[in-house]
């Protein structure tokens, strides 16, 4: 199921709840598997899971988030951990979000402190920018920054034969300002997009919510609206974005 079905299916007050997992090596994780170990990526197994949503629209510093949150990525920096999620905060519900980031010690109690971006809402299709979702802060250990990766959409009511709410999407990176670990706080700079909407895309694909390892090499997956991936590499964050499959065009002289 994905995000959106979720909070569909769940309401939106909800978050997901905290979940800590461990990585298992090869199907059995039994270390004298070693062409298992060659073949087969490592895979994440729930080992344990907190009982009860950490962040919701109840929550001290979440007052006029009207949908709730979704998607994002948590990283640890020294003894703190720094949120960045979506938060649903108005209508065009889909449409106008904006970038929450939130810090906690403990995982289980969190402190809103920064609004990173927010997005216009504009709804005829003429913003880039009208929504922006899935923000994924990436350290770049040759630049010694902070990235911030995330996908931008145009938005504008559904015909009732193409999905629009976000649609003709652009997946953007920005950089915090600040040298060092402690800039992940911010403020994050727009440097450009490093990922859009091939000129003639076939079946109305276009780029949706960017997944980023960590750690270089570094990769991206444009999931486009038909669910099939299109992967990006690259030696950098700062490009050049190299295509695997032809499905999301890199973006040229932008990044």
């Known amino acids: 199921m994905n995000a ?9 007050r ?11 090596i090869g199907p059995l994780g039994v270390p004298g598997h070693a062409a298992e170990t060659k073949s087969r990526a490592p ?3 729930l080992v344990r899971q907190h009982p009860t949503p950490v962040i919701t629209t109840r929550t001290p510093g979440a007052e006029g988030i ?5 998607g994002g990525r948590a ?4 003894g703190t951990y720094h949120l960045f999620t979506t938060e649903m905060v108005g209508d065009p519900m889909w449409v106008k979000t904006r970038f929450g980031h939130w810090t906690s010690r403990d995982r289980l109690a969190w402190t809103r ?3 990173v971006r927010e997005s216009s809402g504009e709804f005829e299709g003429n913003d880039p920018r009208a929504s922006l979702w899935s923000p994924l802060p990436v350290w770049d250990p040759g630049e010694k920054r902070w990235n911030l990766f995330y996908v931008a959409y145009r938005s504008m009511p559904t015909d009732g034969t193409r999905f629009l709410l976000n649609h003709a999407g652009e997946i953007w990176r920005a950089v915090s300002k600040t040298k060092g670990r402690e800039g992940i706080r911010g403020p994050f ?3 450009g997009v490093v990922m859009r909407q091939a000129p003639t895309p076939s079946r109305g694909r276009d780029c ?5 390892s960590l750690r270089g090499p570094w990769a991206a997956a444009g999931v486009p609206s038909t669910a099939a991936r299109g992967r990006r590499r690259s030696r950098s964050a700062t490009g050049s974005w190299g295509r695997r499959r032809r499905r999301c065009s890199p973006a040229r002289g932008d990044a």
Not at 208 to 212: G, N, Q, S, V
């Open 4 to 12: 959106h079905g979720f909070s569909q299916r769940y309401g939106p």
């Open 189 to 191: 700079e727009d440097v």
């Open 208 to 212: 949706r919510a960017p997944t980023l």
């Open 14 to 24: 909800v978050v997901a709840a905290l979940a800590l997992a461990a990585i298992v």
């Open 66 to 70: 009207r949908y709730g949150f979704e």
């Open 113 to 115: 402190v920064a609004t």
């Open 75 to 78: 990283v640890k920096v020294g």
């Open 43 to 45: 895979r994440l197994v």
